[in-house]
């Protein structure tokens, strides 16, 4: 029973988070009990402000709750959870602007002790999986929204995380661009056994995925994937 549990990714116990305090107080998210396994497929949706980009940084260990716990069984501590087990893309430009493209694809590698030859071939070959290899030596400045986010979702794939979370990942992108980046996030979570969560208000995105946890107001609903539980 312990090494079944301790498979868990994710375990989140009536979470709550609020901001603020008194009359000014917002509460994003209420008594949110959830569970991400390996292999999950999870799709968060709901409309904007109702707590689930809020959710996806308390789950990365961006954020942390003003009431309930949050552990991290399979994967440590929330200081060894980035760079690596955990990945995460923003909803929005992420890049740091000194860096090339290669180089921010790279730069998780490098931070985790990857040698840098290693880490650059590795960041080439995410960047050519989203047809950004010719992208490589430009800026930042130098891309538009779309292009950003892609390299966003490259150096969080380059990482091969054990759990990858996005949010609203192809609020930037056209339709066609859009689906081929949701085509890749599954494929690369498939090969690598990771956990994918992604949040996001566009049915397309949540019909490639297993479940749906819709959620509103802070609360998630009942989800029904194997392995995959939330309860508000």
């Known amino acids: 029973m312990t090494d079944f549990i301790a498979s868990v990714l994710v375990h989140c116990d009536r979470l709550a988070r609020t901001y603020g305090s008194g009359p000014n107080a917002v509460v994003a998210l209420h008594d949110v009990t959830c569970e991400i396994w390996p292999r999950d497929r999870i799709a968060i949706m709901g409309p904007s402000g109702s707590g689930k980009s809020t959710l996806l940084h308390v789950m990365a260990g961006l954020d942390t709750p003003t009431s309930g716990t949050i552990t991290w069984p399979a994967l ?21 602007p000194p860096l090339d493209v290669l ?8 931070l985790a002790g990857v040698e840098q030859g290693e880490a650059r071939e590795r960041a080439s070959a995410a960047l050519v999986r989203l047809d950004l290899g010719d992208l490589d030596a430009k800026l930042p ?9 892609r390299v966003a979702i490259a150096r969080a794939l380059v990482q091969r995380p054990r759990l990858l ?21 599954v494929e690369v979570a ?22 749906r946890w819709p959620v509103a107001d802070g609360a998630l609903t009942r989800g029904g994937a194997r392995g995959a539980t939330c309860s508000a």
């Open 103 to 110: 180089e921010n694809v790279a730069l998780p590698l490098v």
């Open 165 to 185: 979370l996005a949010d609203e990942p192809t609020g930037q992108l056209d339709q066609h661009t859009a689906g081929h980046v949701v085509e890749v996030l």
């Open 141 to 149: 400045e130098e891309l538009s929204g779309g292009q950003m986010q």
């Open 76 to 96: 440590g501590d929330r200081s060894s959870l980035r760079p690596g087990p955990v990945a995460v893309v923003f909803q929005g430009p992420s890049l740091l």
């Open 190 to 211: 498939a090969e690598t056994g990771a956990a994918l969560v992604v949040s996001t208000h566009d049915p397309a995105v949540a019909d490639r995925l297993d479940t």
